[in-house]
């Protein structure tokens, strides 16, 4: 049975490709942790992938805009901001703090899809009547 024509794997491979492609990239941020003016890269959200959002940048237009529950308003530059604070004396950008969490929570996407992977190939199997052996 071909079960990349359905649409279910085809998603959840889709999605663990990307998910070992941002292992790679946060991977190469760690191993450039020292490298003079290196900046960290991350892939585009799978989400604007997926629903053709394109990672078009955010804008804000009044101070009112977009209050966090802290009071503060978000800026398009936040991020930049941020970086800049951590930027060492050599120019690198890479926290390893930031890099080693992403990496923590892609592994544990990673997992959570090939879980789902497994329930749907043993609810295949339960409806073809196989049991639910994996």
């Not at 998603?11 to 070992?20: I, V």
């Amino acid at each position: 049975m071909d079960l990349t024509g359905m649409t279910v794997f085809r998603q959840l491979e889709q999605k663990m490709g990307w998910l070992s492609a941002r292992q790679s990239v946060l991977a190469e941020n760690i191993a450039n942790a020292d490298t003079p003016g290196y900046r960290p890269r991350d892939l585009q959200a799978f989400a604007s992938l997926v629903d053709g959002r394109g990672g078009l940048p955010m804008q804000v237009t009044s101070p009112v805009h977009m209050v966090g529950s802290n009071g503060n308003t978000a800026t398009p530059s936040a991020q930049r901001d941020r970086y800049a604070i951590e930027t060492s004396p050599n120019g690198n950008q890479v926290s390893l703090e930031d890099q080693l969490t992403k990496m923590g929570e892609n592994g544990m996407d990673y997992q959570f899809m090939t879980n789902l992977y497994r329930k749907q190939i043993s609810m295949i199997k339960t409806a073809l009547g196989r049991g639910t052996s994996a």
